[in-house]
T-cell receptor, first 114, second 111 residues
């Protein structure tokens, strides 16, 4: 099993450009999450999807949109990139039910906005 | 607003030393506390704790939760250079089990 996969691994954008980060999981998990990680800030939740067909804002949603395309895929879109969105982006998934809250993370996308 | 605070921010030790990493939290609707290890790339899961006073152990790593005092510790005994990483503490809350992360402790183990 691949677990959680993300594409691309690296991306450089100019201010104002748009792009979509892709995430897929093959663990049949119900819940999926997008985080950004900045130096000294830990991981901050951008958006999450508790189940297929639902999405909700996290701590830092401004400037982003998400789509839960199906149970496997959860994409993050930057409509008009800004330098403040330079960060490492992680997608994660969790079963979303039962006793475990464990989230499993993808390898990350390093985004630079010039 | 949910809050997770880790200390120390960084720690440098020599191989063989024992270290204790701290995590305190203030969250509503607490579900569980998780520890992750991050070495350059994605965080990898170490432990999940839900009950006070019950130690979770995996090899040289162990962790315990105190729900009354709202903190957890992660112990690493006989440290090795491969333990060098950022250790992240996160608390799960809410019906969607969102994780709130601390800023992490950077552990460096010197040979």
């Amino acid at each position: 099993n691949a677990g959680v996969t993300q594409t691309p691994k690296f991306q450089v954008l100019k201010t104002g450009q748009s792009m979509t980060l892709q995430c897929a999981q093959d663990m049949n998990h119900n819940s999926m999450y997008w985080y950004r990680q900045d130096p000294g800030m830990g991981l901050r939740l951008i958006y999450y999807s508790a189940s297929e067909g639902t999405t909700d804002k996290g701590e830092v949603p401004n400037g982003y949109n998400v789509s839960r395309l199906n149970k496997r895929e959860f994409s993050l879109r930057l409509e008009s990139a800004a330098p403040s969105q330079t960060s490492v982006y992680f997608c994660a998934s969790s079963p979303g039910q039962g006793s475990t809250d464990t989230q499993y993370f993808g390898p990350g996308t390093r985004l630079t906005v010039l | 607003e949910d809050k997770v605070v880790q200390s120390p921010l960084s720690l440098v030790v020599h191989e063989g030393d024992t270290v204790t990493l701290n995590c305190s939290y203030e969250v509503t609707n607490f579900r569980s506390l998780l520890w992750y290890k991050q070495e350059k790339k994605a965080p990898t899961f170490l432990f999940m704790l839900t009950s006070s006073g019950i130690e979770k152990k995996s090899g040289r790593l162990s962790s315990i939760l105190d729900k009354k005092e709202l903190f957890s510790i992660l112990n690493i005994t006989a440290t090795q250079t491969g333990d060098s990483a950022v250790y992240l503490c996160a608390v799960s809350s809410g019906s969607a089990r969102q994780l709130t992360f601390g800023s992490g402790t950077q552990l460096t183990v010197l040979p």
